[in-house]
Each structure stands twice: as structure tokens, then as C-alpha cells.
């Protein structure tokens, strides 16, 4: 039953590294272009450092963290196997492994993370709109949220 558990992973890193490919060449020169009515942005940025570019001046650091949390999440996910329920944990650590480690394969290959749009929600969130993101920031966020529904609601 890993495979499944393996699947969801490859399947992000694989996806997620073409569309950052895609993004790398199409918005290359500073290229913006505006989705859904100006609500998504495609924007590219090259992220040295973790969320918000934290640790940018420290890539080392970054790339030994990366790691070590990657390794503690693919180690719960093997530990987990034996519980036959813990779906939502089991996906939710799936999901995170999958992000984790398409962006740790940016920091290894490109020496940064590319990510490649914001949200623009309005005047109320126009903060939101400074940060730039890519899918496997999203993978990452919603693998910790059902992770820990998951763990606490035993499904």
C-alpha cells in the first residue's frame, strides 16, 4: 500500500517542476500576466530562502532543513503504514513530502526555489499580494493542516 502513499509525491514533483519550468521561460524579462480577472497574477521570483525569503543568506541551513523535515515526514509516513486508518494524516503527510521535496530539488538544481504567482483578493488582503508562491508552498500548507486534522481526528 506505499505505492499509493508514493505516488501522490512524484506525481507534485513532476508536475510542479514542469510548470516551474514553464514559468522560468515564459515570465523570464520580468513578464506579468493576470488570470481570473486579475485575481491570480503569474509573476516569476526566485525564493533563496524559506517562506517570505527568511534564511535567504543562509542556503546551507536551508538545505539541511528541507532535508531533515523531509526525512521526519517520510518517516511518520512509513510509521503510519501499520495504522489502517489515518487516511487524512496519510494524506495530508503525502502532500508535504510532495512539496518539500519539489522545492527542495529547485534549492539542489537551481540553487533557489522558483515560484511563479500571488493572489490578488482585494484591498482588504493587499498584503497578500506581495507574496509570490508556487504549488508546492500549497502542497506543503495543506499537507501540515490535514496532518494534524488527521492526527487528531483519527481518520
Given at each position: 500500500?506505499?505505492?499509493?502513499?508514493?505516488?501522490?509525491?512524484?506525481?507534485?514533483v513532476?508536475?510542479?517542476?514542469?510548470?516551474?519550468?514553464?514559468?522560468?521561460?515564459?515570465?523570464?524579462?520580468?513578464?506579468?500576466?493576470?488570470?481570473?480577472?486579475?485575481?491570480?497574477?503569474?509573476?516569476?521570483?526566485?525564493?533563496?530562502?524559506?517562506?517570505?525569503g527568511?534564511?535567504?543568506?543562509?542556503p546551507?541551513?536551508?538545505?539541511?532543513?528541507?532535508?531533515?523535515?523531509?526525512?521526519?515526514a517520510?518517516?511518520?509516513?512509513?510509521?503510519?503504514?501499520?495504522?489502517?486508518?489515518?487516511?487524512?494524516?496519510?494524506?495530508?503527510?503525502?502532500?508535504?513530502?510532495g512539496?518539500?521535496?519539489?522545492?527542495?530539488?529547485?534549492?539542489?538544481?537551481?540553487?533557489?526555489?522558483?515560484?511563479?504567482?500571488?493572489?490578488?483578493?482585494?484591498?482588504?488582503f493587499?498584503?497578500?499580494?506581495?507574496?509570490?508562491?508556487?504549488?508546492?508552498?500549497?502542497?506543503?500548507?495543506?499537507?501540515?493542516?490535514?496532518?494534524?486534522?488527521?492526527?487528531?481526528?483519527?481518520?
Open positions: 500500500m506505499m505505492v499509493k502513499w508514493i505516488s501522490i509525491p512524484l506525481a507534485i513532476l508536475g510542479d517542476g514542469a510548470v516551474k519550468e514553464c514559468a522560468e521561460k515564459k515570465l523570464a524579462d520580468g513578464k506579468e500576466k493576470d488570470l481570473f480577472g486579475g485575481r491570480i497574477r503569474l509573476r516569476l521570483l526566485h525564493n533563496d530562502g524559506v517562506a517570505l527568511a534564511l535567504g543568506k543562509k546551507k541551513l536551508v538545505l539541511v532543513m528541507n532535508s531533515a523535515l523531509l526525512g521526519a517520510f518517516g511518520e509516513l512509513v510509521r503510519m503504514q501499520k495504522a489502517e486508518k489515518r487516511t487524512l494524516a496519510k494524506t495530508g503527510l503525502a502532500l508535504l513530502i512539496g518539500g521535496a519539489s522545492n527542495l530539488v529547485d534549492r539542489v538544481e537551481r540553487g533557489y526555489v522558483t515560484d511563479y504567482f500571488s493572489i490578488h483578493a482585494g484591498e482588504r493587499k498584503k497578500l499580494q506581495k507574496i509570490v508562491f508556487n504549488c508546492s508552498d500549497f502542497c506543503v500548507f495543506a499537507g501540515v493542516l490535514l496532518y494534524v486534522l488527521g492526527k487528531s481526528d483519527q481518520t
